[in-house]
């Protein structure tokens, strides 16, 4: 093909499906081929079935499409790695390795996607600086901090342009969060509009970085569309939205849902959030290439609130 096509990996995903249609928006359809383990009815304009465990069709499908840019989304993460750790690590590790091999081959830039799930105990755990201890205590966790040094590695050893960040809570309507320990608070907005009472699986007061989608699909592609030379970390940059507890977000809530109600039972998913940070410094990002977050707390809970309402309105009309 004369175009030159963008791969995505994980495109059903709650990141991967919406990242996908932007990058279509700005592309075009036909620059952007989506990919994941099975087709969904939200993904049937240029997708193509990839396990990323196969590198022979992964090659083949750049070698068809001219592929020249990855967007590497597929990974298991950390509620349901916890269940099943060396299913996790051998398709985060091995399938991002297949990544970077490809990369290596073809020339191609690769975007990486880290999380904050590399910190642990040992770390900081308000404004966790960039350089900090990394000793994680989830499989997600150690599968992300193996994977961020493999990026750092491929590109000081091959030169491939691999970019990455460290990924907070990810918030967004448009599609459901896929097993993270930060899922609730995408759920706690589908509880209240829906009208229903939400059992919350951490504890009121527990402190986590979070991001809006907005936010995180625009972090995404100013990284990867800043000249190479502004890209001074290899590994993975720290990015940070906004922190707040359960407690938090439910007042925010019943400032639209006064009648709104939130009930406690944390499960193994607590143990996973206490070893995070609760503030997150990305000055480098901020400094390197111009990062700079646009929602707070009360903006995301509005837009979110609002397009929830028009979803579920249009779903019962």
Same mark, same amino acid.
């Given at each position: ?23 279509? =928006? ?41 592929? $020249? ?13 916890? !269940? ?12 991002? &390795? ?13 975007? &990486? ?5 590399? &910190? ?23 599968? $992300? ?86 890209? =001074?970390? =290899? ?8 922190? &707040? ?9 019943? !400032? ?8 406690? !039972? ?19 990002? =901020? ?31």
């Amino acid at each position: 093909m004369e175009t030159e096509t963008i791969l995505v990996t994980g495109a059903n995903g709650q990141i991967g499906t919406v990242l996908t249609e932007e990058l279509r =928006r700005r592309f075009g359809t036909s620059a952007v081929l989506s990919t994941d383990i099975r087709q969904t009815g939200a993904n049937n304009i240029l997708f193509e079935e990839l396990d990323v465990l196969d590198s022979a069709r992964l090659s083949a499908l750049i070698e068809k499409y001219g592929v $020249k840019q990855i967007y590497h989304l597929a990974a298991i993460l950390s509620a349901k790695g916890e !269940k099943n750790p060396k299913w996790a690590w051998e398709i985060n590790m091995a399938g991002l &390795f297949n990544i970077l091999e490809a990369a290596r081959k073809y020339g191609l830039r690769v975007f &990486f996607p880290s999380s904050i799930a590399v &910190f642990g105990g040992m770390t900081p755990r308000v404004d966790t600086p960039q350089h900090a201890v990394l000793q994680p205590e989830t499989v997600y966790g150690i599968s $992300k901090v193996a994977g961020e040094n493999w990026c750092q590695y491929f590109h000081q050893k091959y030169g491939v342009d691999v970019r990455s960040v460290r990924y907070p809570g990810i918030i967004g309507y448009e599609s459901l969060p896929g097993g993270g320990t930060t899922d609730y608070a995408v759920e706690i907005f589908h509880s209240a509009v829906k009208g229903e009472a939400y059992e919350c699986f951490l504890g009121p007061d527990t402190r986590l970085p979070m991001m809006y989608m907005p936010d995180a699909i625009r972090a995404t592609l100013e990284l990867m569309e800043a000249p190479s030379e502004k890209i =001074r970390i =290899r590994s993975s940059y720290n990015l940070a939205g906004v922190s &707040f507890t359960p407690a938090e977000v439910k007042e925010e809530i019943q !400032k639209h849902y006064p009648a709104f109600e939130v009930s406690y !039972k944390p499960d193994f998913r607590q143990e996973i959030a206490s070893s995070w940070p609760e503030s997150i410094d990305d000055s480098y990002a =901020r400094e390197h290439w111009g990062w700079k977050p646009q929602y707070g707390l009360p903006e995301m809970a509005s837009d979110m609130l609002e397009h929830l309402r028009e979803y579920y309105a249009a779903s019962v009309s």
